[in-house]
């Protein structure tokens, strides 16, 4: 690279070992937070059998099932964004330099997603069961989404739009996989237990390639586009001799 290039901090190539980490990571941390959602499910089944029976004839949704399905679901969710922030901390010491920082600003913004979600989750309980089921799914995306880009943008914010694209693609993909599923799973419950690995692992995917993407570019190209758009370097202005000089 030029020696321009060379004062402007690239983003750190992303070898194979650390991609496929950064999937178990995030895997990892959805999958222990559908094991606190199964003792959690386990602990409370005999308010949760309009979701975990499918014999049930019962489909609506008491206030207290509503409280509890918020609860799970925060409990949850957290839980596996922590984990999976604990996680990927390891895959990259290089590139994560805070570790606290982000988990207390996911639990924090954890508790506001619940609070802003808490009148939709009401609302829900005054339809079906499958709306119900709906907002819990739509509350692990917006939790998952705010959470990542917290741990993204606190390691390196200068390259906060590389986050941003992650969430955002993520979002819409484990979208679209997600209720693409509630369309062949019978099973609510199974629906509920398998949406944190399939989001997690999926932002891992398309965050390593997104990073890697760019980073290709950037090497391709000599040029690193985000810095030079959003920091640009400055000149240092030239003296009056070097001015006179010249003319």
Do not use: C, W
Not at 142 to 155: P, W
Not at 214 to 227: E, M, P, Q, R, T
């Amino acid at each position: 690279m030029t020696e321009l290039q060379n004062k402007i901090i690239a983003p750190p190539k992303m070898s194979l070992t650390i991609f496929i980490l950064k999937i178990v990571a995030n895997s990892t941390g959805g999958l222990i937070g559908t094991l606190i959602m199964f003792l959690l499910f386990a602990l409370f089944s005999s308010f949760l059998s309009p979701i975990t029976d499918a014999n049930t004839d019962i489909q609506t949704v008491t206030p207290i099932l509503t409280l509890i399905l918020m609860a799970i679901t925060f409990i949850s969710a957290t839980s596996a964004n922590i984990i999976a922030i604990f996680l990927s901390y390891f895959t990259e010491r290089s590139k994560y330099k805070r570790l606290s920082q982000p988990i207390i600003h996911t639990l924090l913004l954890g508790v506001l997603v619940f609070l802003f979600l808490s009148p939709l989750y009401f609302l829900a309980a005054n339809q079906t069961i499958e709306v119900s089921i709906y907002v819990i799914l739509l509350h692990l995306l917006i939790s998952v989404q705010v959470s990542s880009s917290i741990f993204e943008n606190s390691s390196n914010h200068k390259y906060s739009m590389l986050s941003i694209y992650s969430s955002a693609i993520t979002f819409m993909l484990s979208a679209s996989v997600i209720f693409g599923l509630s369309k062949i799973l019978e099973s609510p419950a199974l629906l509920l237990f398998i949406a944190l690995p399939v989001i997690l692992g999926i932002y891992g995917i398309v965050s390593g390639i997104i990073n890697a993407t760019y980073n290709g570019l950037v090497y391709v190209y000599d040029k690193d586009f985000l810095i030079e758009e959003y920091f640009p370097i400055q000149k240092a202005p030239q003296s009056e001799s070097t001015e006179n000089r010249e003319t």
